[in-house]
């Protein structure tokens, strides 16, 4: 069974850092690509940032290009997402979530249940 646990959440001020962390389990972390999601209040799921199998390919949208890193220890079976400058509209509940293969960025198919990351002054 596949498992993802997000930690690292919490209440920050606008300019502030936040280290998110997903512990996986129940499959071959080290062979898929993963990703993390959000959800802000009363809107859809907005991809974050992707990375692959070897952590070497990583991508990310305009709305965070330069204010977060995601990487991956595979030997830890873990990802994380480095998010710094953060602002208000960075607000939502942070999903992990296990790519379909390797490779393929920003595509996924299980998510955990997210853990809430508000920012605010």
């Known amino acids: 069974e596949v498992q993802l646990v997000e930690s690292g959440g919490g209440l920050v001020q606008p300019g502030g850092s936040l280290r998110l962390s997903c512990a996986a389990s129940?499959?071959?972390?080290?062979?898929?690509?993963m990703s993390w999601v959000r959800q802000a209040p009363g809107k859809g799921l907005e991809w974050v940032s992707a990375v692959n199998s070897g952590g070497d390919n990583t991508n990310y949208p305009d709305s965070v290009k330069g204010r977060v890193t995601i990487s991956r220890d595979n030997a830890k079976n873990t990802l994380y997402l480095q998010m710094n400058s953060l602002k208000p509209e960075d607000t939502a509940v942070y999903y992990c979530?296990?790519?379909?293969?390797?490779?393929?960025?920003?595509?996924?198919?299980?998510w955990g249940q997210g853990t809430q990351v508000t920012v605010s002054s």
């Open positions: 979530a296990k790519g379909i293969n390797s490779g393929s960025l920003g595509s996924y198919d299980y």
């Open positions: 129940g499959f071959t972390f080290s062979s898929y690509a």
